[in-house]
């Protein structure tokens, strides 16, 4: 009743962005840049929202990332190492084969794959939503 009550209060949209923990995250980016984002720094912004962090790096497949990445990642992928990074590094790959419509063979591949496809879709609105309150559209 208290999610509810805070939702009318401040807007669906503020109340949708504080659950996905993406605004901080959106809002330094832009900050930082001031001016027009690029790719790779979009999709690395992307893929380190706190939506994604119960998304593990399992062994097996990393050879598969390892391919995906060469073969459908037409965007670089920004990280700087470590653990934290690669499943940042392993949400920007997951995101870009879908986008690209890559055929994964791992079903843990497949499961996150779609967890992030669908997230994405909410977290790219949060970020349009914020380009357009600033005016910066």
């Not at 923990?21 to 690029?38: H, Q, S």
């Not at 997951?94 to 986008?99: D, H, R, Y």
Request: charged share 30%; proline share 1%.
């Amino acid at each position: 009743k208290r999610d509810v009550a805070a939702a009318k209060t401040r807007g669906v949209r503020d109340f949708a962005l504080e659950l996905l923990d993406v605004r901080d995250n959106f809002t330094r980016a832009l900050d930082d840049k001031g001016e027009a984002m690029d790719e790779p720094t979009l999709l690395s912004t992307i893929a380190q929202a706190s939506e994604f962090d119960n998304v593990n790096v399992r062994d097996d497949e990393l050879n598969e990332l390892e391919k995906l990445k060469h073969s459908h990642c037409a965007v670089e992928i920004k990280g700087i190492g470590g653990a934290t990074d690669a499943k940042q590094n392993k949400v920007n790959i997951l995101l870009q084969a879908s986008l690209s419509h890559a055929k994964l063979d791992a079903f843990s591949l497949i499961s996150d794959q779609h967890y992030v496809a669908q997230n994405c879709a909410r977290l790219m609105r949060g970020l349009f939503e914020i380009v357009l309150k600033r005016g910066w559209s």
